[in-house]
């Protein structure tokens, strides 16, 4: 199959989302990460940080690139010819959002699909917000994000420390 769309927040990305997306790669021949860059929700990096890090966590794979995306994705979706969303399912929780945005998303295009798949058993407890609060009390982080997710973690961390004067 061909091309499939992965969208997301990935503030920062972890490794359930690079779970998800390996799993997605056996069954298509390319999957594009597409950054909301959404001015209403406060983020910890920019859509530009976002998007360096999915860029530099998957430098090893030539199947994957990604975007960053102010618009609607249905529309990106009509203009590069995907017809296929990619989403996660943690739990029972992420489930009504999902079917909503699912079934919005046929209504303003009906030739879409989301193709759900279940978090992998070692990552169901692994969210970008947790990871940001616990890499913000001096928790351990190092095996729930890619090396370059957790660099950039410590890195805006030691930077906030310092514009609040905290050591
Ligand atoms: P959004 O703000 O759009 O939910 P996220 O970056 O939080 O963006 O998540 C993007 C997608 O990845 C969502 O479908 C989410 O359910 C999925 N996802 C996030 N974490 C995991 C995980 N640990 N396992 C499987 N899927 C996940």
Redesign the pocket.
């Known amino acids: 199959m061909g091309l499939i769309l992965?969208?997301?927040?990935?503030?920062p990305l972890?490794n359930?989302?690079i779970?998800?997306m390996r799993r997605a790669l056996e069954r298509f021949d390319e999957l594009r990460v597409v950054v909301?860059n959404n001015s209403r929700k406060q983020t910890l990096f920019s859509a530009e940080e976002r998007v360096a890090l999915v860029r530099e966590s998957l430098a090893n794979e030539p199947r994957v690139s990604v975007v960053a995306l102010d618009g609607l994705l249905v529309d990106y979706a009509r203009e590069v010819g995907a017809k296929t969303l990619l989403?996660?399912?943690?739990q029972v929780a992420?489930f009504e959002f999902?079917f909503n945005m699912a079934a919005m998303n046929r209504h303003l295009y009906p030739e879409i699909d989301t193709l759900f798949?279940m978090?992998?058993a070692d990552?169901?407890y692994?969210?970008?917000s947790l990871v940001r609060s616990v890499a913000a009390l001096g928790g351990d982080i190092d095996r729930l994000v890619p090396a370059p997710v957790a660099a950039a973690l410590r890195d805006r961390l030691i930077t906030s420390m310092r514009d609040t004067g905290t050591e």
């Not at 989403?87 to 943690?90: A, Y």
């Open positions: 992965y969208p997301g927040s990935f503030d972890t359930g989302h779970d998800i909301a989403r996660g399912l943690r992420d999902e798949m978090t992998g990552n169901f692994v969210s970008s």
